[in-house]
Nanobody, 123 residues
Framework: VQLQASGGGFVQAGGSLRLSCTDSRRTSSNNGIGWFRQAPGKEREFVAR????????SYAESVKGRFTISRDRAKNTVYLEMKSLKPEDTAVYYC?????????????????WGQGTQVTVSS
């Protein structure tokens, strides 16, 4: 599994971004995919995850209602649509392939990690 996260950037508060996580080797089709983020000086935290078939999406409370995770199996890509962004959403965002078909909110349930993409939200 080789994951590549992209789509980060600089946006003003209230703006939107869409992150993509692509598996270039096409070997994670049976794995859940999760998004995590890490802000400077803070520990990595769970953001969202989705099952192997695009089912059972789940979100951290801090992003619920603002972020949407989706999966395009034909493109081997998982998206994270982020709306109503806040300065506290500023972080490096990572995608990861789970050990199982769905994954969880703990980073230990993920095995393969992408390189991260920076999201900066200005106030």
């Amino acid at each position: 599994v080789q994951l590549q996260a992209s789509g980060g950037g600089f946006v003003q508060a209230g703006g939107s971004l869409r992150l993509s996580c692509t598996d270039s080797r096409r070997t994670s089709s049976n794995n859940g995919i999760g998004w995590f983020r890490q802000a400077p000086g803070k520990e990595r935290e769970f953001v969202a995850r989705i099952g192997w078939n695009g089912g059972l999406p789940s979100y951290a409370e801090s992003v619920k209602g603002r972020f949407t995770i989706s999966r395009d199996r034909a493109k081997n890509t998982v998206y994270l649509e982020m709306k109503s962004l806040k300065p506290e959403d500023t972080a490096v965002y990572y995608c990861a392939a789970a050990l199982s078909a769905y994954g969880g909110s703990e980073s230990s349930t993920y095995r393969y990690w992408g390189q991260g993409t920076q999201v900066t939200v200005s106030s």
